[in-house]
C-alpha cells in the first residue's frame, strides 16, 4: 500500500506549477476558443456585442496573459464609473473564454467570463462556447487591444449596457 501511495503522490507533484510572482495575478481559468467557434463567442445573448467585426484571429497565450494583468485594474475603473455594471465577485471565480477580431486593420482580443458554478461543465473544459443569458455581473464581456494595451466595452449579461 505504501509504495502505491508513492507512485501516485510523484506524478501528481509532476503536475504542480510554479508559484506566479508576487507581482503577476496567477492566470485566469480559462482557454482560447477554436476558430469555428469565434462568431458563437462573438454574439452574446444578451450584452451588445463587439461591432463591427471585419473578421477573426487566434490570440496566443501572451496576448490573453495581458489582457488578464489589466483586467483587474480596468474593471475597477469602469465598474466604479458605472457602479453595478462590472464583475460582482473577484475575477478569480470566473472562467475565461477568449477569441480575436478585427475592426479594420486594429486588433482586439474579445474575453467573455463566467463564475465557474454556472457554466456548463462543456464550457469548462473548452468543449462549448460559454452562450448564457442574463445572469448580471456572474457574466461579462470585454474587448483588449494587444496592440496599444486599451481595454473598452465592458458589458455584463442584462440588456446590452456597455461601459466604456
Request: proline share 13%; hydrophobic share 30%.
Amino acid at each position: 500500500m505504501r509504495l502505491l501511495h508513492s507512485a501516485l503522490t510523484l506524478p501528481a507533484l509532476a503536475c504542480l506549477q510554479p508559484s506566479p510572482s508576487p507581482t503577476q495575478p496567477p492566470p485566469l481559468p480559462g482557454f482560447v476558443v477554436a476558430q469555428e467557434e469565434a462568431p458563437h463567442l462573438l454574439a452574446p445573448c444578451s450584452a451588445d456585442p463587439p461591432a463591427p467585426i471585419d473578421s477573426t484571429w487566434t490570440p496566443t497565450s501572451e496576448h490573453v496573459r495581458a489582457l488578464e494583468r489589466g483586467l483587474p485594474a480596468y474593471t475597477a475603473t469602469a465598474s466604479w464609473t458605472r457602479p453595478g455594471f462590472g464583475p460582482t465577485r473577484p475575477l478569480r471565480e470566473y472562467i475565461g473564454q477568449y477569441t480575436g477580431f478585427y475592426q479594420g486593420t486594429q486588433r482586439w482580443v474579445y474575453g467573455r467570463f463566467g463564475l465557474a458554478p454556472y457554466m456548463p461543465k462543456d464550457s469548462l473544459h473548452g468543449l462549448r462556447v460559454m452562450h448564457w443569458c442574463d445572469g448580471g455581473g456572474h457574466f461579462f464581456g470585454v474587448e483588449y487591444s494587444p496592440d496599444t494595451g486599451e481595454f473598452r466595452h465592458l458589458r455584463r449579461n442584462e440588456g446590452g449596457t456597455v461601459v466604456r
